[in-house]
């Protein structure tokens, strides 16, 4: 925890960004497994960098995963599983399942909630943890785009009784604003801050500890 703040560093492809975000006080290290994300990570990468990875809880970043992929990454010791989905696009019956299989403890629903969608509150209690990211219409997160802070003070507000991330383009410029006008209790670090998609910048990442301890 940094300032009061949990935090979450993403799309991570070294144990020693890992290390780094563990040493910079990082809550959560996130692991993206989506062929389609610049930062995807090979389960046999994944498993090779296993043991040299610190002692922090793990998130699993999947995009509305079939059952095949829950099956390979479950034994891997993972703690959470963050899983992506685009509003209208699955049935509550799908997102239940993974409720249902993965519990709503260790769930963590990211939806795309585009222009004129709207979160069901029948989905909300299939998990206790909810992030919130920027809407592009091709891409589910990792754009750099910041996400809609006022959306997410609304939503966060309206149901207190979850947890609830920011993500979205937060960087050592703006992480500290995004804070103060959110109220966010825990952000999702990723492109902000990188060299390269999964290639992370430790000054960046020091900057970020700086700013919220700061704010």
């Not at 890992?18 to 994944?46: H, T």
């Not at 793990?58 to 891997?76: C, F, G, I, N």
């Not at 399942?97 to 963590?108: A, D, I």
Request: overall charge negative; charged content about 25%.
């Amino acid at each position: 925890m940094i300032g009061g703040i949990q935090v979450k560093v993403c799309g991570l492809t070294r144990a020693s960004d890992a290390r780094a975000a563990a040493n910079a006080g990082a809550d959560f290290l996130g692991f993206i497994f989506y062929p389609k994300s610049p930062r995807n990570l090979e389960i046999e990468a994944f498993e090779a960098m296993r043991s040299d990875l610190p002692d922090l809880p793990k998130v699993a970043v999947m995009v509305a995963p079939e059952d095949s992929l829950l099956d390979a990454l479950e034994p891997l010791g993972f703690d959470f599983f963050q899983i992506h989905y685009a509003v209208g696009s699955e049935s509550i019956e799908r997102i239940r399942s993974w409720s249902e299989r993965l519990s709503p403890q260790r769930l963590w629903l990211a939806p795309k909630i585009g222009p004129g969608d709207l979160l069901g509150e029948e989905s909300l209690a299939l998990a206790d943890t909810w992030l919130w990211d920027a809407y592009r219409k091709d891409a589910f997160g990792g754009t750099g785009q910041l996400s809609d802070w006022a959306a997410f003070r609304e939503m966060a507000e309206r149901y207190p009784d979850k947890l609830w991330t920011l993500a979205g383009g937060l960087n050592p410029e703006n992480v500290a604003e995004a804070v103060n006008q959110t109220g966010a209790k825990r952000v999702d670090l990723n492109s902000g801050v990188e060299h390269s998609p999964g290639i992370k910048d430790l000054v960046k990442i020091n900057q970020v500890r700086e700013s919220l301890q700061n704010s």
